[in-house]
C-alpha cells in the first residue's frame, strides 16, 4: 500500500464537503512540503498521508497549526482496529485531525472509505502563503507520491517566462531586463541566475542570440 492509494479517497472526502483540493504544495515557512492543501472560501486545510500513525507523523502535522486552519493526519484504517487513547488525546491537544482510510476486503460490497476518528481543531493561522502559493499545477500531482515533478518556486519562474515570451513577446527577441520588467523570480540575483538558466536548461524551448554586447531571448521557432 502506498501514500498515493490514500489520495483518491482523502481527494473525495473533501470535494464532499466543499474543499477544492491541491497537491505536493512547498512551505518555506513550515519547512516542508504539504501532502494536499485544501480550500473552502476562507478556511484552509492541510492533510499529511502516511501508511502508518507515529509520533514523527504527528510532530510533522503539527507544524502546520500556524498556517492552516485545520490540519489533518490520514492513514490506513481498519474497521476492527481503532487509535489508542493515548494516541487519541495527544491528537486533541494538538488540534489534529485523523482520517483512517478503509480498505475493505474484495468480498465486501462497499469501496474504500473515511472513519473519522478524530476531529481537527480550528486554528487561527498567522498568515495566508499557503494559498498564494497555489497554481494550476498544484490540482494535476497526485498526492503523496514519489515520482518528482513538484511544482516548486524554479518551476513557477519559469512558467512565467515562458508564458511572457510565448503571449506578451508573441516570438520576439527580447532582452533579459524586458522580461525582468514583466516576470518576478524567485532568486535574489535574478538577471545572471535567470540568464544560465534559459541558455543552460530551457534550450528546449528557449532559444538565445548575442546582439552586441547584450543576450537576447525568445521562444523557439518551430
Request: charged share 25%; net charge positive; proline share 4%.
Amino acid at each position: 500500500m502506498k501514500e498515493s492509494d490514500l489520495f483518491p479517497v482523502v481527494k473525495e472526502w473533501l470535494e464532499d464537503r466543499d474543499y477544492d483540493v491541491f497537491t505536493e504544495v512547498t512551505s518555506y515557512s513550515a519547512g516542508g512540503r504539504a501532502d494536499v492543501v485544501a480550500v473552502n472560501g476562507p478556511a484552509v486545510t492541510v492533510v499529511e498521508m502516511k501508511n502508518s500513525l507515529t509520533l514523527d507523523v504527528i510532530a510533522q502535522a503539527a507544524r502546520w497549526a500556524l498556517y492552516t486552519n485545520y490540519v489533518y493526519i490520514a492513514v490506513r484504517g481498519s474497521a476492527k482496529r481503532r487509535v489508542s487513547r493515548y494516541v487519541s488525546n495527544l491528537l486533541q491537544r494538538e488540534g489534529i485531525g485523523l482520517l483512517e482510510v478503509v480498505f475493505p476486503e474484495k468480498s465486501s460490497y462497499r469501496g474504500p472509505y473515511i472513519y473519522q476518528s478524530a476531529k481537527g481543531r480550528f486554528h487561527r493561522r498567522v498568515d495566508d502563503h499557503l494559498r498564494q502559493e497555489l497554481t494550476p499545477k498544484h490540482k494535476e500531482l497526485p498526492g503523496g507520491h514519489y515520482g518528482g515533478g513538484y511544482v516548486t518556486p524554479y518551476s513557477k519562474t519559469i512558467d512565467k517566462v515562458k508564458k511572457y515570451l510565448t503571449v506578451q513577446a508573441k516570438g520576439d527577441w527580447v532582452s533579459l531586463d524586458t522580461i525582468l520588467e514583466y516576470c518576478e523570480t524567485h532568486w535574489s540575483s535574478p538577471k545572471p541566475s535567470l540568464s544560465h538558466s534559459l541558455r543552460n536548461f530551457e534550450y528546449n524551448w528557449c532559444e538565445s542570440k548575442k546582439v552586441g554586447r547584450k543576450t537576447v531571448f525568445r521562444i523557439k521557432q518551430k
